[in-house]
């Protein structure tokens, strides 16, 4: 359709054209949100380690692969549930009374 209005021409678009163009621009704007989703979750460290703070009872441990089994206190364990495997990764930890064990030499 289309009017003259003093010599100009106006063309205005079917209704179906505009709403191609409505959900041609809309799903350009997912993808790009998409994308950028994406790309905000590579750049997050997925191979860090968070420190907690456990208190409880070790029930063994291997000084050589310093590895403990850990019963944390206030959870009570089931006769059927496995240990608990924990990595102690820093040299300069202490137990609960304060002793600091002897560093290893190599």
Do not use: C
């Not at 100009?8 to 997912?30: E, F, M």
């Not at 420190?51 to 009570?76: C, H, K, Y």
């Amino acid at each position: 359709m289309s009017s003259t209005a003093q010599g100009r021409v106006t063309v205005v678009p079917a209704p179906q054209q505009r709403r191609i163009s409505i959900t041609l621009a809309a799903i350009a704007a997912l993808v790009a949100a998409g994308l950028g989703s994406y790309q905000i979750g590579l750049a997050r460290d997925r191979h860090s380690a968070t420190a907690v703070v456990l208190t409880g009872t070790v029930v063994w441990s291997n000084e050589q692969t310093r590895l403990i089994a850990f019963d944390p206190d206030g959870i009570v364990r089931e006769p059927d549930d496995g240990d608990k495997i924990y990595s102690v990764l820093t040299d300069n930890w202490q137990d609960a009374e304060g002793t600091v064990p002897e560093p290893k030499q190599s």
